[in-house]
């Protein structure tokens, strides 16, 4: 994959970031915690379930397996991806290019513990507050007079979320609304303008269950935008825990793969931009 900013939820939409806060200038996390745009559907899921529990306190969070080495708390860094699209003028009459600061970004929710694989683990983990509620500003380049459709790749392991007064548009993605379940990981984006919010782990219910997700949304965005992602962004109530990927799954295409990571993340990449 190209170069991809990571963040810990420690969602690296994956840009060009350092520690949370990126070499992009991008925002560190806060110290306290449409309608027709979704056109493809989802790439397919795995799940791991368990039964309730507290997880394990342990030394400094480390993302097993990543070769761009180790991420401390809360912090949002440039990885490798072997299968993410460039930032190439040439794609899309070159407005891809104006979606640089987004293409990328990933957001990262590790573990405290190192290893926190294996059943014989907790089904959940615990999270440090800079990886339990996470902010990252970026803006979208362009005319300010041009509203622009982005599709975006979203890929992740994720826990589950419920989301209400919005509309579900595809197995996992939520337009509008807000959270509805205490204590579980929300993965946010806002829009300035036109203004709306995005959530992407959606799921009817709530359990200590970890899933992958792999879809295509289009995100409509005005030039010159403000867009904001957020690790329990909103009306989100973290906890201090993540449910773990204790199951050892693996997202095909994106760092660390093809080993695990320690804890949650989502990837965003610039799939094109297209003018209305």
């Known amino acids: 994959m190209a170069n991809v900013t990571r963040v810990p939820c420690f969602f690296v939409l994956v840009a060009l970031a350092g520690a949370c806060g990126g070499d992009d200038g991008s925002s560190p996390p806060a110290s306290g915690p449409g309608g027709d745009a979704a ?136 337009t509008g609304g807000e959270t509805s379940t205490p204590g579980y990981t929300a993965y946010m984006l806002s829009v300035d303008l036109p203004k709306q919010v995005y959530f992407f782990n959606y799921n009817p219910t709530t359990s200590h269950i970890h899933f992958l997700i792999d879809y295509q949304v289009v995100i409509p965005m005005k030039g010159g935008t403000s867009v904001t992602f957020d690790v329990n962004g909103g009306k989100s109530v973290p906890d201090g825990h993540g449910v773990s990927n204790r199951e050892r799954l693996v997202v095909p295409g994106i760092a660390p793969a093809p080993d695990p990571f320690n804890g949650q993340l989502v990837q965003f990449d610039v799939v094109s931009v297209q003018a209305q």
């Open 39 to 174: 056109r493809s559907g989802n790439g397919g899921e795995s799940a791991s379930g368990g039964s309730a529990g507290s997880g394990n306190g342990g030394g400094a969070g480390t993302l097993g397996g990543d070769a761009g080495g180790p991420i401390e708390d809360g912090s949002a860094r440039e990885a490798e991806a072997s299968d993410g699209p460039s930032n190439d003028v040439t794609r899309e009459g070159g407005l891809v290019a104006i979606a640089a600061e987004l293409d990328h970004f990933r957001l990262e929710c590790p573990c405290i513990d190192a290893d926190h694989f294996g059943l014989d683990k907790q089904d959940n983990c615990d999270q440090v507050p800079t990886v339990d509620r996470q902010t990252y500003k970026k803006t979208l380049r362009g005319d300010p007079n041009v509203t622009y459709d982005v599709t975006l790749h979203v890929r992740g392991d994720t826990e589950p979320n419920t989301y209400v007064n919005g509309k579900l548009e595809q197995n996992r993605f939520y």
